[in-house]
């Protein structure tokens, strides 16, 4: 190469040193890495760790003049380890919902009863009868496997299921209603979690929507007239997630059904939770029941599987039997039908019905929900020191009695007593930023803890702590204890 002396000096090639990709695999520290992630992506991660180190000298080079530049195996690595960390963050990761929301839908909603788990667990690992008759051999219906469960549980005529709620709605939609109008009250335009509305919906299953009525008050009459040629169905949407008080009005269903009827349509009803029992058998609020709400004279009723049912996420329509079998030959039914491990853990869970007496002790939501508030307030007792001394002096910690929620959309005003830790920065400056800086901490815990902010302090509501998940939360903290402060 030629050497100008007019060329300054930094634009002269410098030996930049970097290790081999090789030698950077084949180091003892890289190992664990592998493990983990796998030889073809920390070969890509080394690489990319490699460029990133290189061009970093290059510009320190050009800086500093001329020196010799190097970089060293274990910087590689700890770059390397920060972009696979980078990489894989978003896996699917097990969590502690303190949030007090017990059906949270962010956080995976119904967790499964033992008995469901099982089954999938077989299903998963053996052949089975997803749609091969036992009887004669020949071919059989998915569906048949759980109809009459489900019939039995809700008084239906027939059933069959979807992937959740809003396949169900879509499906059943797209069934009655494609190139028609349906009929539905303002009040009950639903927004579910951003992405499930009802107007949308309604226009991707090709009906046409028939507002009617204002937001707080529909009329019988105002059904009756909006009635015409092209009516396919009236609808009712459960008002899952909001509530409408005041000087307000709207249609029962079996009034909705009678108008109905009285023109020949069809009524269907998403029932968004749907539950199966009354709750208040067990000391909850009163929800109606998807029983309750064919025998007001709904055709279709559509709900979802992992709300307050307790089971797999998964939509059930049921009703009327020639309804349920125009469903059942749409199209996209078959592209909205579920796997057999779904399949497996909605019988599962299902058949927990036929012994209400067990079903507070087997059904998991149902466990969760009915947990009295003393119970909750000896286990805060019992983690609140545990929890001062992970968090150390720079946070109080203090037993608080709170109040969860159902979640899910599922009776939106109540709330259950409940009992847990609320934590404040223990001085009284910057209260946001320690707050934030708490929530990061618990969210960095090998299994993340989410828990609420609400009034300046963090509230972590045991409700859904049961007693055999309290060992490994009481271990992490353990292990992490004063890195916080
Ligand atoms: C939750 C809900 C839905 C959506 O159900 P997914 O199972 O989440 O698809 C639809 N409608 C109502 C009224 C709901 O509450």
Not at 446 to 462: E, K
């Amino acid at each position: 190469m030629q050497h100008d002396a007019a060329t300054p000096a930094r634009s002269l090639p410098v030996p930049l040193r970097l290790p081999a990709v090789d030698k950077v695999l084949q180091d003892a520290a890289m190992q664990s890495l592998r493990q983990s992630h796998g030889l073809d992506a920390c070969t890509r991660a080394v690489r990319q760790a490699l460029a990133e180190l290189r061009e970093q000298l290059r510009q320190q080079v050009q800086k500093a003049d001329r020196c010799l530049a190097t970089v060293d195996v274990s910087q590689v690595i700890a770059q390397a380890q920060v972009l696979l960390e980078q990489r894989f963050a978003s896996r699917l990761r097990p969590v502690f919902n303190l949030t007090g929301t017990v059906l949270h839908t962010n956080l995976g909603r119904a967790l499964l009863p033992q008995a469901a788990v099982a089954s999938v667990v077989q299903a998963m690992t053996a052949a089975a009868n997803l749609e091969y008759d036992l009887d004669d051999g020949g071919r059989g219906d998915r569906d048949d496997l759980i109809e009459a469960l489900i019939c039995d549980l809700t008084g239906a005529e027939a059933a069959t299921v979807v992937n959740n709620n809003a396949a169900a709605v879509l499906l059943s939609l797209a069934t009655l209603a494609a190139g028609k109008e349906v009929i539905v009250s303002r009040g009950e335009l639903v927004e579910i979690g951003g992405a499930f509305r009802i107007p949308d919906v309604m226009r991707h299953a090709g009906a046409s929507l028939v507002e009617i009525g204002t937001t707080n008050r529909t009329h019988e009459r105002d059904y009756a007239q909006a009635i015409g040629e092209q009516t396919a169905a009236l609808m009712k949407v459960h008002c899952s997630n909001y509530a409408i008080t005041g000087f307000t009005k709207s249609v029962g269903d079996a009034d909705v059904a009678r108008i109905a009827h009285g023109a020949g349509l069809d009524m269907i009803v998403d029932l968004g939770s749907g539950t199966l029992v009354d709750l208040r058998e067990w000391g909850l609020p009163y929800e109606v029941t998807v029983r309750e709400t064919v025998e007001a004279g709904a055709d279709l009723v559509t709900f979802s599987g992992d709300k307050l049912l307790g089971g797999p996420q998964a939509g059930l329509i049921v009703g009327r039997k020639d309804l349920i079998a125009r469903i059942k030959k749409h199209p996209l039914k078959r592209a909205l039908r579920v796997g057999k491990l779904t399949l497996a853990a909605l019988d599962s869970t299902l058949r927990l019905y036929l012994h209400p007496e067990q079903l507070a002790r087997q059904l998991t939501t149902l466990r969760l929900f009915t947990r009295t508030r003393a119970d909750m307030q000896a286990q805060a007792r019992e983690l609140q020191p545990q929890m001062q001394q992970a968090l150390g002096p720079g946070f109080v910690v203090q037993v608080a009695d709170m109040s969860s929620q159902i979640g899910s959309g599922a009776l939106p005003v109540e709330s259950l007593p409940s009992a847990g830790l609320r934590i404040e920065p223990a001085s009284a400056g910057a209260v946001p930023g320690r707050l934030s800086q708490l929530e990061a901490w618990l969210r960095a815990l090998p299994r993340p803890v989410i828990g609420r902010l609400h009034d300046n302090a963090l509230w972590l509501d045991l409700r859904c702590l049961e007693a055999s998940d309290q060992p490994d939360f009481v271990k992490q903290l353990q292990a992490r204890g004063q890195t916080a402060a």
